[in-house]
């Protein structure tokens, strides 16, 4: 039944557009709230095991969405596979990582704060804020924002995959694909088709009530 | 020997104390002094304690982790999960090295032995974890460093089987806490010490939690940690806590060998900052 439903609210709960731009605020508020240079989310994507940039604020912006890379290689990995937040504040020193870095997105941070979305038992990929404002000296009430705020970015990831795996059981003309259609139209269907199209949905639900 | 008890060669468990038979398990009494820093871990550098670090491996010759006595890896081949013994591929990361350095600058005469558990992809490494776990508690190590923690609900009853075993074995679980607001385990056990991070940068200042279930608090703010390629880089995180109080595991348990794991952690209250002040 699970599907049903999702599928019906997919039909009515918008594009991807919206949740991208759900995702790409996010990314925008972390880099606000820690006055970085950049934000990135990654998704993580379980038919390959790999990290996906799903939203990009800053540096780096727009080219980087839709990269991919092993889920367990660079900060952000360490993040995933241990569900540790973590801090790292000197990369330039290693210039493996930079030249990885650079190959990969044009741009090396010096600092990177990476922090794992998850959600129930479920990781759904990683946050990072990179080059953070050096104003004021990094605390661990900083790490207990970021990982606060990691929780409510793990609730918008959550709901796009969702939407996503709705949209996916709508593909083509399977048999939840009129449901969510018909959903769609009564939504954008004038008023007085709105209320036919509901009195004939009544109709078709008392017709398929178990009898009593 | 293995660890299911069924196979071991173990006696069958006291299960009740006949009349009369206190004396036949008589101990030593350890503790006739105060117990103090001096009296816990004085004069002592960790030697002959084995500590394991279950994470990403740790790099070879490395000047600030030193020798490494064992490497090994826990791989999935061909649909299951096996033990690669004598690993030479090192540290796919950096995290076991930078944990592996904190606890050699504690203890610089412990053991080191690395179990390779982080590194091969997020899909299966809830198991991998759980199979690196399992053979650290058979090899009968003293400390296991687990700087990292699995959300998974599944594995979560496994895990408490093993913290358990390992609690009465002596095998003392280190693990990370959670900064975030969400379960993960096996911090979360009893059977285990689970570490939180504090703000100061005396690497033998923690405090012991009057609120658990984090218990300890150690250095964690900002710590030039060892890095791949034989340098440091400054990281913060309760990966790094962690390690420091696996350290001092290790030193008191080279002066005082005897001790069990509540025994251990009893001498850690006594020990702490905010406990004891000396």
């Not at chain 2, 609900?153 to 900064?179: G, I, P, Q, W």
Request: proline content about 4%; charged content about 20%.
């Amino acid at each position: 039944m699970s599907d049903l439903q999702a599928a019906v609210a997919a039909g009515v709960l918008g594009a991807e557009e919206g949740h991208r731009a759900l995702l790409q605020s996010t990314a925008e508020v972390a880099r606000a709230i820690f006055k970085a240079r950049a934000s990135s989310i990654f998704l993580l994507d379980t038919e390959t095991d790999e990290l996906v940039f799903e939203a990009v604020a800053g540096e780096g912006a727009q080219t980087l969405i839709g990269q991919r890379f092993p889920s367990s290689t660079g900060v952000a990995g360490w993040a995933l596979v241990t569900r540790q937040p973590l801090v790292v504040d000197d990369l330039t020193a290693d210039t493996r990582f930079s030249q990885e870095a650079a190959e990969s997105t044009g741009y090396v941070p010096k600092a990177l704060m990476a922090v794992p979305l998850l959600v129930e038992d479920r990781a759904l990929g990683v946050l990072e804020v990179l080059d953070r404002s050096s104003e004021q000296p990094f605390s661990l009430a900083d790490m207990n924002l970021l990982g606060l705020f990691a929780s409510q970015a793990a609730v918008a990831l959550d709901l796009l995959q969702r939407a996503r795996r709705a949209r996916a059981a709508l593909a083509g003309e399977g048999e939840l694909g009129a449901l969510a259609r018909v959903a769609a139209q009564l939504e954008a269907a004038g008023e007085e088709a709105r209320l036919s199209g509901l009195e004939l949905l009544r109709a078709l639900e008392r017709l398929l009530a178990p009898e009593s | 020997m293995s660890i299911l008890a069924h196979e071991s060669n173990e006696e069958l468990p006291a299960w009740s104390l006949p009349a009369a038979a206190g004396e036949s398990i008589r101990l030593p009494e350890a503790w006739t002094e105060p117990v103090t820093r001096e009296w816990a871990w004085g004069g002592t550098a960790g030697k002959g304690v084995r500590v394991c670090v279950l994470d990403s491996g740790i790099e070879h010759g490395h000047p600030l982790v030193g020798r490494v006595d064992r490497s090994v890896a826990i791989v999935r081949e061909d649909g299951g999960i096996v033990v690669r013994e004598d690993d030479a591929e090192g540290d796919l990361c950096g995290h076991g090295t930078a944990c592996a350095g904190i606890i050699r600058m504690l203890a610089p005469e412990c053991e080191l032995v690395s179990v390779r558990v982080l590194g091969a992809g997020y899909t299966g490494s809830a198991k991998v974890m759980l199979r690196g776990l399992e053979w650290a508690i058979d090899q009968g190590f003293d400390v296991v460093n687990m700087s990292l923690s699995t959300t998974k609900r599944d594995y979560v009853d496994r895990l408490h089987e093993l913290a358990d075993m390992a609690y009465f074995k002596r095998t003392m679980l280190v693990a990370s806490a959670h900064n975030m607001p969400v379960e993960s385990f096996p911090w979360r056990f009893a059977s285990v010490i689970s570490v939180g991070s504090h703000e100061e940068s005396d690497p033998f200042t923690f405090y012991s939690n009057p609120r658990p279930p984090v218990e300890f608090f150690a250095r964690g703010l900002e710590i030039d940690v060892a890095w791949l390629g034989g340098g440091t880089l400054r990281s913060t995180g309760n990966s790094f806590a962690t390690p420091h109080i696996s350290g001092i595991c290790a030193l008191i348990l080279g002066k005082h060998p005897e001790l069990t794991p509540y025994q251990l952690k009893s001498v850690l209250h006594l020990t702490a900052s905010n406990v004891r002040d000396e």
